[in-house]
């Protein structure tokens, strides 16, 4: 049978509200334990690494974005997911956390704390972009900043760290992919000798890469067009051109990377996506699907902090995108261990007795014993089910009569065998009986 447009529209309306908008995920309970394994782990590490928590707002100004990401780039050209406001200034949901971070620096006074000051930071991400495989519009990131250190050692302690996570992750096969992108006293000289190499080219590029050749030239290099790709192979490369002060840097941070024996392959072609970057850039690759997917990248951005309205102040960081590296624990088959469960289900039959497994269970639970009931179920045969789901070691079983006595039936759920036993005594019982199992 035929739909009319009223019909089919509100089929359609049905169909949106329950869908989650395009790019965005539910994080259902089955895949917490990996987002608790990923997040814990990476956490646990930054602090170690002396990097204190900060949560910023999910909303800034859009402007901040623009400022310090830069205009003609690709997130804020066409990844911006702007709040429609009807008078005041534009808001927009933040498709980095450096930004945010910054003006969280600048604005809470925070330059007259002892240097580095060091941030951590989780939470969603937005970009615009197309839906695909590892792409979303809403992502996590577990973001790492350093600021007010302008040495290399700085630069390669946020490196071992982002290395770090990813070995204490389990996850192999990775290669760290680095790179200098030089100051202001280089790039210029660099940037017009490329616009020079690229002008007889122009005509074969990508319409994205004609833009860049005259708005954002570095990012020429990093197009992922096949001819692109062609074109850069050939580019003079800006290892070449860094000033004295910029090659000596980017000297020191890999022989540091040496000392440590971190492998790294020198990318001459990695610029990264945002223009605040100054000096070294870094990524984090999966050895097989080359460059297209990393799994994390930073670097060094000493001017972003001064751009915002701040004194001069070095700094770099990273981020490290949860979805990526989630697919990558799966993919790479390790072994994420369930959250603790409970090993005690308390089963109740009758009003009387679920009136007075109430108080036992808040009694347990304040001994610490982690235990599984279902006050809304009513029949023995549907809790003692949800036990056997759930592996439990322990059903206690309180009905009428024993909750009338102040007993209670402790039953072992593998062998079947049951005991009646005081409720003064449950705790002890208990214990007993797990530290057997
Ligand atoms: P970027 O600063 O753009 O290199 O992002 C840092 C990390 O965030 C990347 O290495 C990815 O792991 C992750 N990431 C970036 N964009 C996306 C996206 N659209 N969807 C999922 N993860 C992303």
Same mark, same amino acid.
């Given at each position: 049978?035929? +739909?009319?447009?009223?019909?089919?529209?509100?089929?359609?309306?049905?169909?949106?509200?329950?869908?989650? %908008? /395009?790019?965005?995920? !539910?994080?259902?309970?089955?895949?917490?334990?990996?987002?608790?394994?990923?997040?814990?782990?990476?956490?646990?590490?930054?602090?170690?690494?002396?990097?204190?928590?900060?949560?910023?707002?999910?909303?800034?100004?859009?402007?901040?974005?623009?400022?310090?990401?830069?205009?003609?780039?690709?997130?804020?050209?066409?990844?911006?997911?702007?709040?429609?406001?009807?008078?005041?200034?534009?808001?927009?949901?933040?498709?980095?956390?450096?930004?945010?971070?910054?003006?969280?620096?600048?604005?809470?006074?925070?330059?007259?704390?002892?240097?580095?000051?060091?941030?951590?930071?989780?939470?969603?991400?937005?970009?615009?972009?197309?839906? +695909?495989?590892?792409?979303?519009?809403?992502?996590?990131?577990?973001?790492?900043?350093? /600021?007010?250190?302008?040495?290399?050692?700085?630069?390669?302690?946020?490196?071992? $760290?982002?290395?770090?996570?990813?070995?204490?992750?389990?996850?192999?096969?990775?290669?760290?992919?680095?790179?200098?992108?030089?100051?202001?006293?280089?790039? %210029?000289?660099?940037?017009?000798?490329?616009?020079?190499?690229?002008?007889?080219?122009?005509?074969?590029?990508?319409?994205?890469?004609?833009?860049?050749? &005259?708005?954002?030239?570095?990012?020429?290099?990093?197009?992922?067009?096949?001819?692109?790709?062609?074109?850069?192979?050939?580019?003079?490369?800006?290892?070449?051109?860094?000033?004295?002060?910029?090659?000596?840097?980017?000297?020191?941070?890999?022989?540091?990377?040496?000392? $440590? !024996?971190?492998?790294?392959?020198?990318?001459?072609?990695?610029?990264?996506?945002? !223009?605040?970057?100054?000096?070294?850039?870094?990524?984090?690759?999966?050895?097989?699907?080359?460059?297209?997917?990393?799994?994390?990248?930073?670097?060094?951005?000493?001017?972003?902090?001064?751009? /915002?309205?701040? !004194?001069?102040?070095?700094?770099?960081?990273?981020?490290?995108?949860?979805?990526?590296?989630?697919?990558?624990?799966?993919?790479?088959?390790?072994?994420?261990?369930?959250?603790?469960?409970?090993?005690?289900?308390?089963?109740?039959?009758?009003?009387?007795?679920?009136?007075?497994?109430?108080?036992?269970?808040?009694?347990?639970?304040?001994?610490?014993?982690?235990?599984?009931?279902?006050?809304?179920?009513? &029949?023995?045969?549907?809790?003692? &089910?949800?036990?056997?789901?759930?592996?439990?070691? $322990?059903?206690? =079983?309180?009905?009428?009569?024993?909750?009338?006595?102040?007993?209670? =039936?402790?039953?072992?759920?593998?062998?079947?065998?049951?005991?009646?036993?005081?409720?003064?005594?449950?705790?002890?019982?208990?214990?007993?009986?797990?530290?057997?199992?």
């Amino acid at each position: 049978m035929k +739909q009319n447009k009223g019909q089919k529209e509100t089929e359609e309306k049905k169909q949106v509200l329950v869908q989650a %908008p /395009l790019g965005m995920n !539910d994080i259902l309970p089955a895949e917490q334990k990996y987002w608790n394994f990923a997040i814990g782990q990476m956490e646990d590490l930054a602090k170690y690494f002396g990097y204190k928590k900060i949560v910023t707002p999910i909303i800034e100004y859009q402007d901040l974005f623009t400022r310090s990401i830069g205009r003609v780039t690709d997130i804020v050209e066409k990844e911006i997911f702007e709040i429609k406001q009807k008078r005041e200034t534009k808001l927009a949901l933040r498709p980095e956390f450096t930004a945010g971070i910054v003006r969280s620096y600048i604005e809470n006074g925070m330059k007259n704390r002892a240097k580095p000051v060091r941030f951590y930071s989780f939470g969603p991400i937005f970009r615009y972009s197309k839906p +695909q495989k590892g792409r979303f519009r809403e992502f996590w990131q577990f973001n790492v900043e350093a /600021l007010g250190s302008c040495s290399a050692g700085q630069d390669v302690e946020v490196i071992l $760290l982002c290395w770090d996570i990813f070995e204490k992750l389990g996850l192999k096969n990775l290669t760290l992919q680095i790179n200098s992108i030089g100051c202001p006293n280089c790039r %210029p000289e660099y940037l017009s000798l490329l616009k020079e190499y690229y002008r007889p080219y122009r005509r074969r590029l990508c319409a994205d890469c004609k833009r860049r050749f &005259s708005k954002n030239p570095l990012r020429l290099l990093d197009c992922k067009e096949a001819r692109c790709k062609e074109v850069a192979d050939k580019a003079p490369q800006i290892i070449d051109y860094l000033c004295p002060d910029c090659h000596s840097h980017f000297k020191s941070v890999l022989e540091f990377l040496d000392e $440590l !024996d971190i492998s790294y392959v020198l990318n001459l072609r990695l610029v990264r996506g945002l !223009d605040y970057y100054t000096k070294t850039v870094f990524e984090i690759w999966p050895e097989k699907e080359g460059g297209n997917l990393s799994l994390g990248g930073g670097g060094r951005y000493d001017l972003l902090v001064e751009e /915002l309205g701040g !004194d001069p102040t070095c700094a770099c960081g990273f981020a490290i995108g949860l979805e990526r590296i989630i697919s990558e624990l799966k993919n790479q088959r390790i072994d994420v261990k369930e959250e603790r469960k409970p090993k005690v289900m308390l089963v109740q039959l009758g009003e009387i007795a679920k009136r007075k497994s109430l108080p036992l269970f808040e009694k347990l639970r304040k001994q610490g014993i982690r235990v599984l009931a279902i006050f809304g179920k009513d &029949s023995v045969r549907g809790q003692l &089910s949800v036990a056997n789901k759930n592996k439990v070691t $322990l059903a206690l =079983i309180l009905g009428e009569k024993e909750a009338l006595e102040g007993s209670i =039936i402790i039953r072992d759920m593998q062998s079947g065998s049951q005991e009646t036993v005081s409720q003064n005594r449950i705790v002890e019982e208990i214990k007993k009986r797990l530290k057997e199992d």
